[in-house]
């Protein structure tokens, strides 16, 4: 019952795996000062993207029915994780430049 129910999520993740693996090594070969930002905000922008999908159709009736969400509570909790991760990489960025240029 439970990988019927979650079968969007398996789906999703055959697709966005790969591609958002491919963007981290990316970022962290040639941005590696910015993953952490980026982390951050993948965690917290994710509740602005199931708003926007709330009572939306995202795929073909056999794959997915309609996005709905019951519970906000993971949500809120990874924004607020993401938000956190945000200001912890700017707050050692700072603390970086200080030590480095002295201030």
Known sequence: METEANRIYFVAGLLSGPIFGAAGA????????SVWLVVGALLASEIVVATLAEGVQLAPAPLYFEWGVDDWTPYIGEAVLGIGIILAAMWHRHRLASDVYGL
């Not at 990316?26 to 000062?33: K, N, S, V």
Request: glycine letters at 12%.
């Open 26 to 33: 990316w970022i962290g070969r040639h941005h590696p000062q």
